[in-house]
């Protein structure tokens, strides 16, 4: 089976940096991907490693480490409104490439 | 381009009820998965449909089945309702059978149980 463990809550202010980490034990690992939830909201897409190193994407950035079956998302200059549950996600091309979600880092941002 | 689209949005059923929860799949998208996500958890992989075929199963019991239509928009249905399928019912569309990297979620619909 798969599993994905990360840290349930994470507070920071605006403009710090924060680092949401995730460990994963998989089968036929494929890639890691992370998702943004806002309260009341649908899962949005925020990026996707299928291979080690970093991929940068604006403010965030994404990190993963195959051989440690671990990655983190990277949020900088952080706002207000990256409050919201912050979601790993690991694609399993051996279970009909499913993906399979951790169980998402609250992050709140305060002033 | 149009969105992933859900209907209803709420849905309030008594237990041993059966539901019929609908997607469209974005514009061009011809894979569909949905997921369960319980208040304060991570969505959970109930199926995926590829081309009107099933295309991976997660651990769900089989009083929920779906379907995908020739359009690719799907239905989701669940029978002999329970309690514990209250929850966030959330389909997602992508393009090609991988399914994996990017999905887009649709705004999902809230089944409450009674």
């Known amino acids: 089976g798969q599993s994905l463990e990360q840290p349930s809550e994470v507070t920071a202010v605006e403009g710090a940096i924060v680092q949401i980490n995730c460990t994963y034990q998989t089968s036929g690992f494929y890639g890691l991907s992370w998702y943004q939830q806002h309260d009341g909201g649908a899962p949005t897409f925020l990026s996707y490693?299928?291979?080690?190193g970093l991929e940068e994407t604006g403010r965030f950035s994404s990190f993963l480490s195959r051989s440690d079956s671990y990655g983190y998302l990277l949020l900088q200059e952080l706002q207000m409104k990256d409050s919201a549950s912050y979601f790993c996600a690991v694609r399993d091309g051996n279970a009909g490439n499913m993906l399979t979600f951790g169980g998402g880092t609250r992050l709140m941002v305060k002033p | 381009e149009t969105g992933v689209t859900q209907s209803p949005t709420h849905l309030i059923k008594t237990r041993g009820q059966q539901v019929t929860l609908r997607c469209s799949s974005q514009s061009g998208h011809n894979t569909v998965s949905w997921y369960q996500q319980a208040l304060g958890q991570g969505p959970q992989f109930i199926f995926q449909y590829y081309r009107e075929e099933e295309n991976g199963r997660g651990n769900f019991p089989p009083r929920f089945s779906g379907l995908q239509f020739p359009n690719y928009s799907s239905e989701l249905n669940v029978n002999a309702l329970e309690l514990d399928d209250s929850a966030l019912y959330l389909c997602?569309?992508?393009?090609?059978?991988?399914?994996?990297?990017?999905?887009?979620f649709g705004p999902g619909t809230r089944l409450t149980v009674l």
């Open positions: 997602a569309s992508s393009l090609g059978g991988r399914g994996g990297d990017e999905q887009f």
């Open positions: 490693n299928a291979l080690d």
